[in-house]
């Protein structure tokens, strides 16, 4: 099918096809008849399978969207779409590897699976023919209709596999009543410093020796002023802000390492630096946790996490007291590209018979414009089709906050350059090896860093005692050792 394409020509492709048998699931290879032109045909029953992963009020909303499709446009075109959720994205996973790897004959193939780019870059790699070429179905016109960032990451090589379905980025999320309390004590800090890690450093530092001035017969017991829920997407995002695109595939498909020493000890010692010397940290499980019980004043963490954002927070007395939200665009190097991460599944087709595949792209392509507010509101992530919110979805979303999320992390989709995660075959076992081994040499510098001011030493001392560089040094060379098992 020629990829100009657009889909008003393939919903008439859809209404004139003809000659065609029904789908039955798993059959490949049906060609659709030239000759045949009757109504008749056009709406020979055609039913199409979507696995995902969404539970509870998100797997609610999605049957309710996709029953009006069947109501509507799918009655108009004989496309009934049935979906069913495997429980959770990696149970998901698991069972998509299970198929592609003919590791079982229980389970029947689905038409349409959700997916992140690592699992759809896994079947590529291996079984490419399984995989349906959206880019032969959406025009230039039709993919104009999304931010570009979210098609980007649909692609592998010259194919489009991969439509997007809602998206999140990060932001600086913050407790906007205590942070107002800081800036009225001190004025030579504004809100603007933390548009950059280096401004927002600086108002780290500031935030500690208030906060550590309040207990003036306790020495060095400042409070954070914030954290970082994913310590890995700190690494991808600052690597791509300063040119490092952290590794490439050659002609034949192998991962090259790109890792750049400069940019990855650079982005070390941004965080890592403050952190030892007590201005950023973490001590929960979650960063939510740190602002409930006061430990931070905020924290970098997914638009889609509002909902989760303490409405109150501990006090000195362990009372818990409300407080105001506020979200900041996420921090940038200064001189560097400003850059944020983008995440969210998307909708992958498996290749069967023609009429199944165009049966897809149809209901895809309503799915994520006709009804791509809807199905992103109900995870409270972002849509994928440009232009904003309008007023009537403005005022459909009852939480201020969650709108407030959604109108920043559009604005930043829009602005920013977007980046996606690793998508190599083990990205997401180096993920949790670089989560867990940042998170660990961070915990371990505090710890040392504390140790020198216990035995004497001032801050300054203690940080020439630390020996950043040596620290630096040592975090490239394990991480390199990661991606080089690969």
Same mark, same amino acid.
């Given at each position: 099918?020629?990829?100009?394409?657009?889909?008003?020509?393939?919903?008439?492709?859809?209404?004139?096809?003809?000659?065609?048998?029904?789908?039955?699931?798993?059959?490949?290879?049906?060609?659709?008849?030239?000759?045949?032109?009757?109504?008749?045909?056009?709406?020979?029953?055609?039913?199409?399978?979507?696995?995902?992963?969404? #539970?509870?009020?998100?797997?609610?909303?999605?049957?309710?969207?996709?029953?009006?499709?069947?109501?509507?446009?799918?009655?108009?075109?004989?496309?009934?779409?049935?979906?069913?959720?495997?429980?959770?994205?990696?149970?998901?996973?698991?069972?998509?590897?299970?198929?592609?790897?003919?590791?079982?004959?229980?389970?029947?193939?689905?038409?349409?699976?959700?997916?992140?780019?690592?699992?759809?870059?896994?079947?590529? $790699?291996?079984?490419?023919?399984?995989?349906?070429?959206?880019?032969?179905?959406?025009?230039?016109?039709?993919?104009?209709?999304?931010? /570009?960032?979210? %098609?980007?990451?649909?692609?592998?090589?010259?194919?489009?596999?991969?439509?997007? %379905?809602?998206?999140?980025?990060?932001?600086?999320?913050?407790?906007?009543?205590?942070?107002?309390?800081?800036?009225?004590? #001190?004025?030579?800090?504004?809100?603007?410093?933390? /548009?950059?890690?280096?401004?927002?450093?600086?108002?780290?530092?500031?935030?500690?020796?208030?906060? !550590?001035?309040?207990?003036? !017969?306790?020495?060095?017991?400042?409070?954070?002023?914030?954290?970082?829920?994913?310590?890995?997407?700190?690494?991808?995002?600052? #690597?791509?802000?300063?040119?490092?695109?952290?590794?490439?595939?050659?002609?034949?498909?192998?991962?090259?390492?790109?890792?750049?020493?400069?940019?990855?000890?650079?982005?070390?010692? #941004?965080?890592?630096?403050?952190?030892?010397?007590?201005?950023?940290?973490?001590?929960?499980?979650?960063?939510?946790?740190?602002? $409930?019980?006061?430990?931070?004043?905020?924290?970098?963490?997914?638009?889609?996490?509002?909902?989760?954002?303490?409405?109150?927070?501990?006090?000195?007395?362990?009372?818990?007291?409300?407080?105001?939200?506020?979200?900041?665009?996420?921090?940038?190097?200064?001189?560097?590209?400003?850059?944020?991460?983008?995440?969210?599944?998307?909708?992958?087709?498996?290749?069967?018979?023609?009429?199944?595949? /165009?049966?897809?792209?149809?209901?895809?392509?309503?799915?994520?414009?006709?009804?791509?507010?809807?199905?992103?509101?109900?995870?409270?992530?972002?849509? %994928?089709? $440009?232009?904003?919110? !309008?007023?009537?979805?403005?005022?459909?979303?009852?939480?201020?906050?969650?709108?407030?999320?959604?109108?920043?992390?559009?604005?930043?989709?829009?602005?920013?350059?977007?980046?996606?995660?690793?998508?190599?075959?083990?990205?997401?076992?180096?993920?949790?090896?670089?989560?867990?081994?940042?998170?660990?040499?961070?915990?371990?510098?505090?710890?040392?860093?504390?140790?020198?001011?216990?035995?004497?030493?001032?801050?300054?001392?203690?940080?020439?005692?630390?020996?950043?560089?040596?620290?630096?040094?040592?975090?490239?060379?394990?991480?390199?050792?990661?991606?080089?098992?690969?």
């Amino acid at each position: 099918m020629d990829r100009r394409r657009g889909f008003r020509g393939l919903a008439a492709a859809l209404v004139a096809a003809a000659g065609l048998t029904a789908c039955a699931a798993g059959r490949t290879g049906a060609q659709p008849d030239p000759a045949g032109s009757g109504a008749e045909n056009s709406k020979e029953p055609c039913k199409i399978v979507l696995w995902h992963y969404y #539970n509870d009020l998100q797997k609610e909303s999605l049957d309710q969207i996709i029953a009006e499709y069947n109501q509507t446009e799918g009655a108009e075109k004989g496309i009934t779409v049935e979906a069913y959720s495997q429980g959770s994205i990696t149970e998901l996973s698991n069972k998509m590897d299970l198929i592609v790897n003919d590791s079982t004959n229980q389970v029947e193939m689905p038409n349409m699976f959700m997916a992140y780019r690592d699992m759809a870059s896994k079947i590529w $790699r291996n079984k490419p023919e399984l995989l349906v070429d959206c880019g032969k179905y959406f025009s230039q016109e039709d993919l104009s209709q999304y931010y /570009e960032a979210y %098609v980007q990451e649909g692609y592998f090589g010259d194919g489009l596999y991969i439509i997007p %379905v809602a998206k999140s980025t990060e932001l600086l999320m913050m407790n906007q009543t205590r942070l107002e309390e800081f800036l009225q004590a #001190n004025p030579e800090f504004k809100t603007g410093d933390m /548009e950059t890690w280096e401004g927002l450093a600086r108002m780290a530092e500031g935030y500690y020796n208030w906060t !550590d001035a309040m207990t003036p !017969d306790v020495p060095f017991d400042g409070k954070p002023f914030i954290g970082m829920d994913i310590l890995a997407n700190y690494f991808i995002t600052m #690597n791509h802000a300063m040119g490092s695109d952290i590794y490439h595939y050659d002609q034949n498909g192998e991962m090259v390492l790109d890792l750049d020493r400069e940019c990855v000890e650079r982005l070390f010692e #941004n965080y890592y630096i403050p952190y030892t010397k007590g201005y950023y940290g973490a001590s929960g499980k979650y960063r939510s946790d740190d602002i $409930r019980q006061s430990v931070l004043a905020g924290y970098i963490g997914s638009s889609s996490s509002t909902l989760y954002f303490p409405k109150e927070v501990a006090d000195g007395e362990g009372e818990m007291k409300p407080i105001e939200m506020g979200m900041y665009p996420y921090p940038c190097l200064e001189h560097e590209a400003k850059t944020a991460i983008q995440q969210g599944a998307g909708i992958v087709t498996i290749q069967k018979s023609d009429r199944e595949s /165009e049966a897809c792209m149809d209901f895809i392509h309503w799915l994520t414009t006709e009804r791509s507010f809807e199905v992103a509101l109900s995870m409270s992530y972002m849509p %994928v089709v $440009r232009g904003g919110l !309008d007023e009537s979805q403005r005022s459909s979303v009852t939480d201020p906050n969650v709108l407030r999320a959604l109108e920043l992390g559009l604005e930043q989709s829009q602005d920013y350059q977007m980046v996606y995660g690793f998508d190599f075959e083990n990205a997401y076992g180096v993920r949790q090896e670089l989560e867990e081994y940042f998170s660990s040499v961070l915990a371990e510098g505090r710890s040392e860093f504390l140790g020198c001011l216990n035995s004497g030493m001032s801050i300054e001392e203690a940080a020439e005692k630390m020996n950043y560089g040596q620290k630096a040094d040592k975090f490239y060379r394990r991480v390199e050792e990661m991606f080089d098992k690969q």
